[in-house]
């Protein structure tokens, strides 16, 4: 039986109260699954760019949905209008809240 380790552990090796069970080093795991020797160093720094990119496209999605609750739910002073919150407007389907009823 293999058991194996996704990220961290160097070499394979054997349990020793258990010496049929091999725990497969992470490149070794890797190499296993996908036939591709670096595989766990190509994923790892997939996963760095991907990180950044969903990081930045995050913040743009934050940002897009503070200023449209601000629009639903904002009050004069840039707070939150409570009674709008508990009585929320209803938007007609295919406009955006910040196109209003203009």
Known sequence: MNI??????RKTGTIRAE???SVLGSDVFWERVTGIADFRARLLKASMILAS???ARA???VARIKAE???LYGDRDGGLNLDAIANPPRIRRGVTPTQGDS
């Open 59 to 61: 913040s743009d999605e």
């Open 4 to 9: 194996a380790v996704l990220a961290g552990r």
């Open 19 to 21: 010496p049929e069970i």
């Open 53 to 55: 990119l969903i990081k």
């Open 69 to 71: 609750a601000l629009g």
